[in-house]
């Protein structure tokens, strides 16, 4: 004896081995045994075998029509065996029942279950609205993959055209485009940039990466509301002093100044003047909650995108000839000692009498020129004794590090000829090594404002973000730490307040300093133990590395432009660790697959077998190693 029931949801047919009142043991055809209920067996039969008669009644399920079973069947609760009496005319064999239950679980859209072999007719109305959803459900798969097949055969739908650009940043899963799109990426078995781009759907790889950026980060666009800049600080103190600033030519916003007075043969009074916008953005401000959206400016080729309006930027840059407010340090110090005999920080007025730009300056300012009292060195007044006190501030902070800097590789700027969203723009690498003169001036006398602004905060008990590294471990913290790599007691961002929200924080806490001394840490923006400090770390942390990641890939897809624009076939490197190598005539680092085991800094020549725009990748291989 053989039984048809439901499991899970499927039928099986099989030979009847043992029953009790409530189960049954049942054996299939490979004699497998399976314990059952008996509530879910459909009916029991002698013949054909369970194989044979599961064949035949799905197969003459095939044949009935479900639109005549509807019209036949009883308009109320009905059970199908009996129906199949009713249908057939006859007792009903096993294959047709079994075909008859078959086909009304075909079709729930026209008969819903009510239980184990029970059915009931679905009503008209309700059969109608089924009947066409279903039908708008068969379009739309029948659309979808007409779209499918176009994109696959390399064909670009009017449909998917019209949303492409929301493909890539924040597609709507639930429409057919996207579908289609998924299913014609998983047939080609590629990503959906590349095939977007295959598609002409996009013009260039250079576009894909900047629609990318743009949406996720600036959907309502880059530019500000128009911002009124009223008169500022025009009561401050106008500083009596011969300050100059020094940047690349295509700076904007001038965040710092020096000046230096000599006050006797060993004694100088040294200024480092920093632009004051925390003056006009207060905490909470509109400008504020803007500008903390972005935590800095961003930097790619060709383009800047502002932390701050450039109305406030013109206010606050201290452009030459231009009376600006300033937050200034003054430190008395030593040129023979290196001593730091007293320092002092004021909100005054200074005139910066010239920007200095390094392209411009480089060349003549050198260590041999800075070293020899005879040469013809330009700004000499201002520069020697500014050169002799930093060399004397890096010799001490190199002595607390225990080793000196390795300050001698190229970097790059990058001089785009054209607009910065086409690709054929004309791209210069423009090299400039990082311990040229001026950049080590600079740099030392902005880590000593950082360090001793970042102890004025600690001694007044106002809290600040630092930076420090202990261990190894570099990280942002409202505690002065030391920072090991840097050799000071505690370093406080502090002096890019116009491109870093961090400094402008700073900025914030030093002026109630300033103003206000001991009683500061009561009156400043962030009082001790404020939680939003810790927001603000967490969140410029996380968007900082945004920014750099994109700047990194936008510098990467140009070293790519440029080699191509050079029309270079062959390139030099030297080996960094395993198959990783740095070009010596651009900014890259590529992987060089099959590349043997050499040493670091083992320079070798490479064949430039491609470039791969979209994943930023060079394709290459090993040509010949040097000898050494």
């Known amino acids: 004896m053989y039984v048809l029931y ?63 079973l509807w019209e036949c069947a009883p308009q109320e609760e009905f059970d199908a065996a009996t129906f199949a009496q009713d249908y057939f005319g006859h007792a009903p064999s096993a294959v047709e029942k079994a075909g008859l239950i078959f086909a009304l679980n075909s079709a729930p859209a026209y008969f819903h279950r009510r239980g184990k072999g029970q059915y009931r007719p679905a009503p008209p109305d309700i059969l109608a609205a089924a009947l066409a959803a279903i039908e708008k459900k068969q379009k739309q798969a029948a659309q979808q993959q007409e779209w499918t097949d176009q994109l696959v055969a390399g064909q670009l739908p009017e449909a998917i055209a ?37 598609l002409g759907a996009w013009p260039h790889a250079l ?35 011969v300050a100059y600033s020094v940047d690349d030519t295509s700076t904007t916003e001038v965040d710092d100044a020096l000046s230096v007075t000599p006050l006797d043969s060993d004694t100088v009074r040294i200024g480092v003047h920093i632009a004051v916008p925390g003056l006009a953005v207060t905490r909470g401000s509109d400008v504020d909650k803007l500008a903390r959206t972005r935590m800095s400016t961003v930097y790619i080729p060709g383009l800047k995108i502002p932390m701050l309006p450039n109305e406030l930027i013109d206010a606050f840059s201290l452009d030459a000839g231009k009376p600006k407010p300033a937050l200034s340090l003054y430190v008395t110090a030593n040129l023979t000692t290196g001593e730091l005999l007293s320092s002092e920080t004021r909100l005054e007025r200074i005139q910066v009498r010239e920007n200095l730009r390094h392209n411009l300056l480089d060349e003549f300012v050198t260590d041999e020129a800075l070293a020899d009292p005879e ?148 009156v400043a923006p962030f009082k001790p133990k404020d ?18 990641d994109y700047q990194s890939a936008m510098e990467r897809y140009w070293c790519l432009r440029w080699l191509q624009q050079q029309d270079l076939r062959t390139v030099q490197a030297s080996v960094l660790r395993d ?50």
């Open 6 to 68: 439901e499991d899970s949801g499927n039928f099986k047919a099989e030979k009847i081995f043992s029953q009790s009142d409530s189960t049954m043991q049942v054996e299939s055809e490979s004699g497998k045994r399976s314990k059952i209920k008996n509530t879910s067996v459909l009916f029991s039969f002698e013949q054909p075998a369970p194989a044979v008669m599961l064949e035949q009644a799905r197969d003459l399920a095939q044949t009935l029509e479900i639109d005549f």
């Open 162 to 198: 019209e949303v492409a650009h929301s493909l890539l940043t924040r597609p709507d899963k639930n429409t057919l485009q996207w579908k289609a799109f998924e299913a014609a990426i998983e047939q080609l078995h590629t990503n959906p940039e590349k095939l977007l781009l295959q």
């Open 207 to 241: 576009a894909v990466h900047q629609h990318r950026f743009m949406t996720a980060n600036f959907p309502k666009g880059t530019q500000f509301a128009p911002v009124q800049v009223g008169e500022i600080a025009a009561d401050l103190p106008m500083a009596d002093v």
């Open 375 to 522: 040469s013809d060195l330009p700004y000499a007044e201002w520069l020697r004794p500014l050169w002799a006190y930093a060399q004397l501030l890096s010799a001490q902070r190199e002595q607390v590090r225990g080793k000196p800097e390795n300050n001698n590789r190229v970097e790059y700027s990058f001089v785009l000829d054209g607009p910065y969203d086409d690709p054929d723009t004309p791209v210069q690498l423009v090299p400039r090594r990082r311990n040229a003169p001026l950049d080590r001036l600079v740099a030392e006398y902005m880590i000593m404002t950082n360090n001793i602004w970042g102890g004025l905060l600690a001694q007044h008990g106002v809290p600040g973000i630092y930076r420090s590294q202990q261990m190894g471990r570099v990280r942002m913290s409202t505690h002065a730490l030391p920072h090991e790599s840097i050799g000071v007691p505690q370093y406080a961002w502090c002096t890019s307040p116009l491109r870093r929200y961090v400094d402008l924080v700073n900025q914030w806490q030093l002026i109630a300093t300033v103003e206000h001394g001991v009683s500061a840490r009561l």
């Open 531 to 548: 939680a939003d400090l810790f927001a603000i770390i967490g969140a410029f942390e996380s968007q900082y590395t945004v920014w750099s």
């Open 579 to 628: 198959d990783l190598v740095r070009l010596t005539c651009a900014p890259l680092v590529t992987r060089v697959p099959g590349l043997p085991e050499l040493e670091r800094g083992q320079l070798i020549t490479l064949d430039i077998l491609g470039f791969d725009e979209l994943a930023l990748e060079l394709e290459c291989r090993l040509r010949e190693t040097a000898i050494a």
